[in-house]
């Protein structure tokens, strides 16, 4: 049985930075960290495809990491300089899907099939 539950989310200062994690059971190809604000579409923050590359949507490049532990099973986004535009619903994602190592910042959730339950950053200025 799939599960995945994040932790980490919180209230911060911009400038401030905040480490999300998720832990995950069962086989997946890929991983991410997905986002959504009140009144706007889902889109990917983070990916780790099934060959351990690293992608990320532009606005969040330079300043958010993702990283995986698999002893733990463990997934993680650390958030440094956060702004108040990056204020969203943080999803941890996760695919069975094979072809999942196509995904690119512009795919949004697609080739994902699996969710937590989300956890909430608010950044105020």
């Known amino acids: 049985q799939v599960q995945l539950v994040e932790s980490g989310g919180g209230s911060v200062q911009a400038g401030g930075s905040l480490r999300l994690s998720c832990t995950i059971s069962g086989n997946m190809y890929c991983f991410g960290w997905f986002r959504q604000a009140p009144g706007k579409e889902r889109e990917g923050v983070a990916v780790i495809d099934d060959a351990g590359s690293l992608k990320y949507a532009d606005s969040v490049k330079g300043r958010f990491t993702i990283s995986k532990d698999n002893a733990k099973n463990n997934l993680y986004l650390q958030m440094n300089s956060l702004k108040p535009e990056d204020t969203a619903m943080y999803y941890c994602?996760?695919?069975?899907?094979?072809?999942?190592?196509?995904?690119?910042?512009?795919?949004?959730?697609?080739?994902?099939?699996?969710w937590g339950q989300g956890t909430q950053v608010t950044v105020s200025s």
């Open positions: 994602g996760a695919s069975t899907i094979r072809l999942c190592y196509k995904w690119t910042s512009s795919t949004g959730p697609s080739y994902f099939n699996f």
